[in-house]
């Protein structure tokens, strides 16, 4: 059986002029370029939903650590209440604003004269000073607890120097003793030892808030100048 180009398109061309053939095309072809236009349309509203919907879920992420947040700045905001009137011992304790030599010094010699003792000779860690600009003592600058090394010598009778080294632990300020040594005090000869006195060698640590890391720069720094 031959194909014949023909006459397939004369039926084709019978068939399209059917009513029922040309209304159904027509339905299809406005079906089609009326979803065309729709969908163009439509695209950009579709586009912000889709936004939308994403920036609603950030905003609800965003939204549920916020409210974390508020609930804990409250609950250290309690704590904050409950401890506020201990923060000025806890300054008076462990210093925030600078290693409080002036404070420390007067104090031991303050003891001394109440415990009826000599204070013979006394040592701090290395004092150092900054301006405002390069404070290590700033709570913005990461601070930690910095040791203070100290060291006292004094000379009196057992009872003043055992009541003395006493207060000192009791002192305010957080002092950490590492040694303690009484040995009876030699006279002016090296020969004799004076009657009744003794001298007490103490050694330790007192303790201020302050960034570690610039403290030790500067004190370096300041070695290398000399």
Known sequence: MSFSPTRYTQDLRRYYRLPAVQASLTLVLSIFVISIFVFFALRPTMVSITTLKKS??????????????????QVASTQLESIKNFLPILDTNIPNNGASYTTLTNSIEALAAQSGIKLETGSLGATLLFSRLISPFSPDKDQSVVALPFNIRASGGYVELNLFLTNILKMERVLLVDSVSINPQIGSNRNKMSAGSLVLNISGSAYYLA???????????DKGKK
């Open 56 to 73: 609603i879920t950030e905003y609800e992420k965003t939204s549920k650590l916020l409210k974390a947040k508020i609930k804990n700045l």
């Open 211 to 221: 960034n570690e890391a610039q403290i030790t720069k500067a004190i370096t720094e």
